[in-house]
Structure formats: C-alpha cells, structure tokens
C-alpha cells in the first residue's frame, strides 16, 4: 500500500472513531428560571413576549390618559379591554400568551383593570344565564351588572426577515394603540422592536 | 483464462444486483397505491411500516405524513408533522462532516435526506392550505380570522424562502439579461462545441410564481388587497420572466395572474389609470369578459387540482473500469430491464453523459477513427493523459481493472401518464383548468442540473471504497489475489446505491381554475382525462356559497389504477396466512 493511501485510510478510520464516541450523547434536562432566557433560534419566545408586553405596558401608563381619567373619576380606575392584536409575522405566536402578559403587567401596576371580551365574556355570559335557572337565589350573579369598559387596546405584531446563505436578521415589531371608547380619540400608540441575528455554519461535525 | 471466467461473473454479478435494486419508491409503492386509490388513512399505516421517524429519511416521514395527513383531512396533524419537516429543513443547513465520511465509505443514502429546495417551499404551501382549510371550517368569525391569519403567516414564510433563493441564485430577469451579454453567448457555442446542449441557468429554480400566487388568494380571503395585488402581480410578472417556461405553464395562467391582479386594484381604489393601461396590455377577450363577470356576481369557486404523483427516481447502473493501454477510464451503462426501461436508461446516459461534442468527436476520430466514434456511443470514456501516473501511484488501476467496479446515479424516466384535458362544469357549464405549476418539470430539472455531480461524486466513492479495499487485503496477504480481489468487488457493489429519495406524495401538476359566481347551492364536477389507458376520471361535489364567500375546491386526481395495482392492494390487504404449528401438522 502506498504511503499516502495508508494516511488516507488512518485518518478515515480516526474520524470515524472520533464521530462513534461524539456521537455517544444522552438526553440531558436540567430546570432553569423562566426569567433566564434560553434561546435555541431566532424565532419568537417566551422572553420576547414578556420583555415587549412589560416594556409596552410601562410606556402606556406613562402617557397622561390615566392620570387624566384618576382625575375626572376620582377613586376609580380605568377598565380596559384587549381587543383584536393580529399576528401579521411569519412566525405562529401564542397571541393569547402575550395578551395575557400585556393584562398581568397592568394588573401589577395597578393604575388600570381589565374586563373580559371576545368568547371568554360570552363564556361568562353563558354561565350567568345558567346561574338563573340552576343556581340558588341568593348565590345567582344578576345579569346586566358588567363593568363597561372605557378603553380599548388592539394592535398587530409584524416581522421582517432578511437572510443570505446561512446568515439571517429577524426583526420583531410590535404596534399597540389605545382608543377611548367614548371620545374614539386615540391616547396611546406605542412600538417596541426587537431584533435577533441567528448565524449557522456550513459545516460541522 | 480463470481471470476471463472471472470478469463475467463479475459483471454478472453487477447485473444480477442492479436489477435487484429497490429505490425509495419502490419501497413506499403500497402507500402511494393506497393515496391513488383514494384511501389516504391505509396509505399512511402502509407508509409508517416502512419509513420510521428517527431513521435517515426522517424529513420524507414528516412530509409524505404530512401530505396524507392533508389528504384525509385532519388538517392540524397535517401541519403538527410539516412543521417538524420544516424544522428538520433548517437543521440541516449545516452539513455534517463525519456523515460525508460515512457516505464516502458506503452510498449516499445513508445520509439524512435534507429535501430539494422546492420541497421545502411545498412545506409552506401544504400548511397554508391547511390553515385556509381550517378556517373555512370553523364557525366564529374571530376564529375564521385568525385561521387565515395563521394561513398569511405561511405565505411571509414562504415568501422569505423565496426572496432568499433570489438572493443567492439570482432572479429570472438576472438570467434573461445575462442571456443578451456576448460574453454568454460566447461561452454558449463552446458548450454546444462540447456536446453541453443543455442551458442550465434555464433550469435553475430561483422563484416560485405559483406560490405567490397562492399568497394572493390567501391575502384576498382576508381582504387585505394591497398584500394581495402585490403577490398577484409578483406571480404574473415571474411566469412572464421565465417560470412560466422553466414548467411549460402556459400564456393562459399568466392572463388569469393579471386579471387577479387588475381586480385587487379595482377593490383597493386609486388604479384607475393602471387599470385602463393592464386591462388592454395583459388580458386577452376572454379574460375582459371574465373581469365583467365578477362586477355581477357575489361570490367565487376557486378550484386548485393537484393531479397525480411527482416522478419517481429510478437507478442507472453503470460498470467503470481502465484500459491501461489507452489510459483511459470508461463508464459502460447496463441497460438492463425490460425495452423500455432499458430505452430510458439509454436515452438518460445519452442527454446527461454520453460525449456527443463535435470537440470529442474529433478527438475519438483521431485517436482510433470511425470504430473509436461509435464505441463512444455507448460508452463514456475519460482520457486520463498525464494523470494516468497519478492513478498508478495510488493503485487505482489494480482496484478498476479486470471486471471493473459497479456505479449507481439516479434518473428520472419521462413521465408517461399524464392528463390532457381537465374540465370543470358548474351547473351543467364547461370551464376549462389552466396549468399553473408543475412539480414534476422542477424535480425534472434539478435531477438535471444535479446529474453530473451524482455520477462525479458516485466514481469518486467507489473508487476511493475498492482502491482502499483491495489495497488493504493485498497488504495483509502480502501479494495480489486476483480471486480475493473479485470478491471484494463483489463485496463493494453490494454497497452502491443511488439516492432515489424525493417527496414522493407531492402533485406531478396543479391546474387552477376560478369562476365568479353567484351565491347558493352549486353543483360541481371536476372532469380529468389521463392518457395510456387511464382513462376519464370523474369528481361530483355540491357547493353553498355565502355572499362575498371565495369557495377553495382543492381537488387530488389520480389515473385510475391499473389492474396490476389493484391486485397488488388485495394482496396487501389479505390477512397474513398463519402457519400450521407443528401440533396441527401432526393432527392433519
């Protein structure tokens, strides 16, 4: 055998050796805090929802409009309703999961409260009409008692993508605006963006 | 004379195991015979017998799944198992070194199947219309919304892929303006001059205008006409840069393109002048009188008729070997099979191998006259020249001569049963379909463009495999043995294999066509005529459409079965016959 045909061989049968034991991997699964964030891809996570809906909720309670509505409604506080906020991205995000982020950092500032709308109020509503015919008297929660909501936050959440081989940049933008329901004046548009940047090797082992 | 004896029973042996050979379709062909048969629930039990979801072929799992998933209409696990295959897709972005390894040492099908490019855009497109497909069944409007919303998610995703693909291989107006440089026309005879007839930059996959076309619908189903008329007007533009070429679509999809894109304009307002302009510049009568059809009607039909099964690869075996007296290397294909497979090996080695250049030509001529011009016919030959003393060095010759060494590449066979004449009668009206993509041509073409580097990279590993073998065994025994060095090419050709993986589910074709219509109960019948005996086949649905409602019929059509498919499908069904236990035998 030729030297150099014996270096070939040597060195196949190293690589291949190297590969076998590399290869001798097993599942491992460990906790981490749901505050850490663990990103695997580019795409939309846990964190993103929780970073924008604190970062946006923050900036809308920044604005005057419910310091305004404190003073004209003195001791009460602002109702507010989700209404639609359309996923307009390339990625299939948990809608709801950030609605309810955007309802958890309102909550725990406590300058604003939230009603029910869309199917879970009509949920509601159902089960207060089956409250008049199966529940005790004085236990049955009477109907046309609802809290009216005085604002409406909707909005849209957009992506852009640029790539080339295996280099890609996602931007995330998310757009938010509050309407007062009674004037239909618009006292809050927000954005936030956010921006990832996923590299990937042509090749590996 | 033992060596004589020797080389034909080598070749014999190649012979013998080529013809033995099983490809992926093979091996799947009682799915595919189920999905024709119109039984997508069996076909998937048939196809998850053979193709397991951690294997190599993973990513065919999720995708064939996937498509009969679709087909049976659970729309949700279609796209539970799509959007694995798409993920898969990614991850295999980066190619593993130690898996090339191991495919150099073997055959490239024990590499995972990482999909062809257009595959991975039919991911999208499969999920999209399961999304479309789920919100036309749902009953809130909330929930319809955001179905269709999930639908539009699918549509940027592909339209990312898309302008990515764009990005890196260039658009079909690039290829068009690079056709008019003299440089490339140039360079073009001399690629005649070598026999390479074939214009690849023509064949090569940059965009997909029926994609698009489809994100218009979907942008249109959600009333966002801005979105829609700009994918309308990216789809009529790309088949008239040169998609509609690339798949043999005709004149009549770019025109319907158009008048989608005229009507998305007149929906959004402020066109006026462009409509004026398009409406005499794109569209033909017909089209004119269709465009008034739809200001009096109040609803649509869309029918979308994926017909039949994209081609299935099949493999070309070929014996290489030396003459050492003419320093050349020479690649003989077995033509073996019945007439027309073997017509269609020939007819394959021919258009992407044989040397049919005047350059060559020449060349054989005066190295060995008229005799040397026809041996070339059906053989290739590579005159090695000043690296036959590189080939001696490394022993190859020793390892490719006497009987030579077996070879395999994939090939695709001309498509056979195709339908010609598909009609559509809404109410006792004819309507023709037009053709608006074809899967087929663009597997067609990537096989193609992929055919040189599959037999480069096939004579690159068998050599390396028998040149390593015999080498080794002549080292430990510690001379040559002609008899040790028959069997280990035996040994070797057991291990050629060509990769004949695609997604085989997939339509050969979509042909689409769109009535405006008026609201309430319709009855439809989806007409298709097969060629080769297949026959007409027949589909009846019954429609109610809701004012402003656009219907999508997404209707599979298949030939109807031969009737040696359909003893197969009896055979597969029959109960296994129990063996009589040694107590029963004794008893009868």
Known sequence: MTNALKKTALSLMTVAALTAVAGCQTTKVSRVDTNTEVALTDRWNATDSRLVSEEMISDMLSFPWAADYERQNPGKRPTVIIQRIRNKSHEHIAVETFSNDLKRAVIRSGRADFVAGGAERDDIRGERRDQEFNARTDTQVAMGEETGARFALSGSINSFVDSLDGDRVTSYQVDLKLIDMLTNREVWNGTKKIQKFQEKSSFGF | MYRLMYRHVILL????????????????????????????DKAAQAFEKVIKADGSDRLLYYMELGVLKHLNGQYQESNRLLEQAERLVEEFYTQSISEALLVAMSNPTVADYKGQVFEDVYINYYKALNYLFLAEQATGRIERSDLLDSALVEARRLDNKLTKLKNERGSYQDAEDKKEQTFTQILSLFEKLLGNYIDEDALIFRENAYSHYLSGLLYEQQKEWDDARIAYQKAAELYEQGYAKQVGVGDDMIGQAWLDTIRMMDKAGGWDSSIRKLKWEKLDDDLRDKLRDYRNSDAELVVLNHLD???????????????????????????????????????????????????????????????????????????LGPAWDLVEDLNIDSALRDGGVRVSVPYYPPARTISNKNTLTVDGFDYSLVKAESLARLALNEQILRARTDLYEALARETLKNTLLVESANSVLGEENALLNYGLKALTATTARADTRTWLTLPAEVHVARIPMVSGEHTLTLTNQFTKGAGWVTQHKTIQLEPGQIQVWRQRSFPKLSHTAHQELLKAEAPAKEKPSIFGKLLN
């Open chain 2, 13 to 40: 042996f190649f012979v013998v195991f080529a013809s033995g050979c099983a490809t992926y379709g093979n091996d799947i062909q009682t799915a595919l015979t189920y999905t024709q048969s119109g039984q997508p």
């Open chain 2, 309 to 383: 099964f994209v081609p299935q690869k099949k493999e070309l075996d070929f014996v290489m070997y030396v003459e050492p007296a003419r320093k050349e290397m020479v690649l003989t294909p077995l033509l073996i099979g019945n007439a027309q497979e073997s017509g269609d090996k020939y007819a394959w080695f021919w258009m992407m191998y044989a040397d049919k250049g005047i350059l060559d030509v020449v060349e054989r001529y005066s190295n060995g006259g008229l005799d040397n011009v026809v041996r070339t016919i059906i053989n290739k030959r590579v005159v």
